[in-house]
C-alpha cells in the first residue's frame, strides 16, 4: 500500500496534496498495490469522499474525537 497525506488548509485539501494522491494511484498501478490517502483533524467526511476522486482506494481519517476512521471504495 502506497499512503499519500493529505494537507489541509482552510477546511480544503491542498493542490499540492490531490497531486501526490495521483501520482501515488499511477505508482500503486505499477507495483500492483492500492493507494490510500491519510487526513488529520474533525469532520472531515466530505474531504475524505474527495479523496476517492483522485484515485484513492482507501482514506484513512485520524480524528481526534474518533481515533482512527477509514473508508474504503
Not at 482552510?10 to 491519510?38: C, G, P, Y
Request: hydrophobic share 45%; no cysteine.
Amino acid at each position: 500500500m502506497i499512503l499519500a497525506f493529505l494537507e489541509i488548509r482552510d477546511n480544503k485539501i491542498k493542490k499540492s496534496s490531490w497531486e501526490i494522491l495521483s501520482e501515488a494511484r499511477r505508482r500503486s498501478r505499477d507495483l500492483d498495490t492500492d493507494a490510500a490517502a491519510v487526513i488529520m483533524g474533525h469532520g472531515l467526511d466530505e474531504l475524505a469522499g474527495q479523496a476517492f476522486n483522485y484515485g484513492a482506494d482507501k482514506v484513512y481519517v485520524a480524528d481526534p474525537a474518533f481515533g482512527l476512521v477509514s473508508y474504503s471504495k
